[in-house]
């Protein structure tokens, strides 16, 4: 009887037992015995989470088209689900089989944030895995790991057998084949890993030696067993004929974004210096509209969904979006299918593009100014003026729309409480500009402002700098209320989850034993508010010898050996070390469009396209 077969009696005990149980449409299912290898997409966290990730949906539809590959899924159960399961001595499943991971040859996990990593032992330990790839043993799966966590793998370095550096579709797929060659030739878990290290874009952790200088620094990364010193991320050049799902798996329950999730493109020409994902998916590559036209209406017939998210990480910069919604509003609106631009720039943002939004659904607007004042914009090479947000926000209110979304970070470097009080004196004047436009009171005004803390992330030309202590950020935060007129609402996000994320983000292969240890006290979901414990976490360091604060709080030399020097997204670290002095010169730097300056990526291959 397989595992799932024994929890099902139990279900209705827990919350959402639709998170559970499978059979969606669209969702693959082979027969065992007619293919080579068994892989399940294991997603750190809950259900509804992992639904609503695009790059489960890609990655699960590249290796269900491997004949001899059955890719199944697995997610984190929540509190009450993991209860039972241990109470019963029941493994963790895939949902497409309900089979124990453990009967699996291939666990591949996404690692998307790193309040996550507890997860991940969890789900080993839930499998009936050791948690250590040393521990494990030839009968046991291979697990890997990939994602943008993957850039700075040092903490998990110890429970994951190979990671994945960039974009998977390639890759994945070629590891698949080796895995498949290594079965077949029964070579040894090293014997297949030491291949593995061989594909560009993979790092096997067990293949390099640390050592650590008598400070607590990295004295040194030696690779062995012919690595490469430096593992360069995978580039997928050609989007328009990348493998993309024509029939993504419909969720049975509801999920966080219950939509068809349409990738415009890849990379970001902006070039803000907090920005982690703008330098690690460099450069710029679009999709061809017609391309985007035709998997949207292959996804939304298969799927039946009632929505349709434009996904990148700058919505409007996309070069054919006018072109791309004069083909998809006449289609989507008789369908009542509605489309939703997220991810917009007050600085490329138009009445045209408003005007073809307003045709299928007005909803709030979101823009991201980051920071009050022009100078501190300027220090983050945010490359925004005041004007091009105000005008942005006279162009939606004239259009109807009557909520608008500011975000803004706290702790960035060089920020003074006068940069603080301009984020109220920005709110402010939006404020005053919805008064103008919008003659008529009565249809009222939504205006927030969302605060969340500064984490300099590694890759960035801030990953030298230091964290703003927990209490120094609830005082800046305190700053803002203070200041902001009562029209306007104000959140700010509670800065230790932020803490604990900059120090793991941040540390070196010793902290795997703090993650260990974390789980061993009860630290799981650590997204989640209300199963967070800064205090647990503490213990843990405690507990291991180390500080979080020599990870967090330190402000690091530009020579110094960092955890992640081993691991290169193609951006050069002189460009990081320029950008940084440029920064506190408050000099802002071009955009790849508007000129070169010279990060090192590859950006002129063909299938390129940045400008």
């Known amino acids: 009887m397989t595992p799932y077969k024994r929890i099902e009696p139990y279900l209705t005990a827990v919350k959402k037992p639709a ?21 399940a997409f294991c997603f750190p966290d809950t259900y509804e989470i992992g639904m609503s990730h695009l790059g489960l949906q890609i990655l699960y539809d590249v290796m269900n088209r491997i004949p001899d590959v059955w890719c199944e899924r697995a997610f984190a159960p929540w509190e009450d689900m993991r209860a039972l399961m241990m ?78 550096v960039g974009e998977g579709e390639e890759v994945t797929a070629e590891l698949m084949e080796l895995f498949i060659r290594a079965k077949e030739d029964k070579l040894s878990r090293r014997e297949t890993l030491i291949q593995a290290s061989r594909i560009a874009g993979v790092y096997v ?7 650590y200088n008598h400070d607590g620094t990295l004295a040194s990364i030696t690779p062995t067993d012919g690595a490469p010193a430096v593992v360069k991320k995978r580039i997928v050049r050609d989007l328009d004929s990348a493998p993309y799902p024509e029939r993504p798996i419909s969720p049975s329950t509801e999920v966080v974004h219950d939509r068809v999730m349409l990738e415009l493109f890849r990379g970001c020409a902006r070039g803000c210096r907090f920005c982690q994902a703008g330098h690690i998916a460099r450069p710029v590559r679009e999709k061809d509209p017609k391309t985007l036209y035709r998997q949207a209406v292959d996804a939304v017939n298969a799927t039946g969904s009632g929505e349709i998210g434009l996904v990148s990480l700058s919505t409007s910069d996309y070069t054919g979006l006018e072109a791309l919604c004069e083909a998809l ?100 004047r939006v404020y005053q500009l919805w008064r103008q436009v919008v003659p008529d009171r009565g249809r009222g005004v939504r205006l927030t402002a969302s605060a ?30 203070d200041a902001i007129r009562k029209q306007v609402t104000f959140h700010w996000h509670e800065p230790n989850a932020s803490y604990l994320e900059c120090a793991l983000s941040r540390g070196d292969r010793r902290v795997g034993a703090v993650l260990e240890r974390a789980y061993r006290m009860g630290c799981r ?16 360091f405690a507990s291991e010898g180390l500080d979080p604060d020599f990870y967090a709080l330190r402000r690091r030399e530009t020579d110094e050996v960092l955890p992640w020097s081993h691991i290169s997204c193609g951006v050069s670290p002189e460009h990081l070390k320029r950008e940084r002095e440029k920064a506190y010169n408050a000099e802002p730097s071009l955009d790849c469009r508007s000129g070169c300056e010279n990060c090192g990526i590859a950006c002129g291959t063909e299938g390129a396209k940045c400008s």
């Open 329 to 428: 509003v006449p289609w989507c609106a008789p369908r009542r299918v509605s489309l939703s631009l997220p991810s917009l720039r007050a600085d490329s943002f138009s009445p045209q593009l408003l005007e073809k939004a307003g045709q299928v659904r007005k909803s709030g607007l979101t823009f991201a100014p980051e920071a009050g004042s022009a100078r501190l914009r300027d220090v983050i090479n945010k490359n925004l003026k005041e004007n091009d947000l105000l005008s942005a926000c006279a162009t939606a209110f004239a259009g109807g729309w009557s909520g608008v979304k500011l975000y803004f970070m706290l702790g960035l470097p060089t920020e003074t409480d006068d940069d603080l009080r301009e984020i109220a004196g920005l709110c402010s």
């Open 87 to 164: 109470r019963k001595k029941i493994p963790l499943y895939a949902l497409e089989s309900g089979d124990a991971l453990s009967d699996f040859d291939v666990l591949a996990f996404t690692l998307q944030y790193e309040l996550s990593y507890t997860n991940v032992l969890s789900m080993l330990d839930l499998a009936g895995l050791p948690l250590r790839s040393a521990e494990r043993e030839e009968s046991h799966p291979l697990v890997i790991a990939g994602g943008p966590c993957a850039f700075h793998p040092e903490p998990l370095a110890d429970f994951i057998d190979l990671f994945t």
């Open 19 to 39: 998170r559970y149980t499978g059979g969606e449409v669209n969702s693959v299912i082979k027969d065992p015995r007619s293919v080579k290898l068994r892989a």
């Open 525 to 540: 979901m650590d997204g989640w508010s209300e199963c967070f414990s800064l205090e647990r976490w503490r213990g843990a």
């Open 205 to 211: 952790p067990s293949l390099y030696q640390i050592t």
């Open 452 to 481: 969340s803390c500064f984490v300099p992330k590694p890759h960035t030309p801030f990953q030298w700098e230091p964290m703003a202590p927990p209490d120094e950020l609830l005082r800046r935060a305190g700053v803002v209320r």
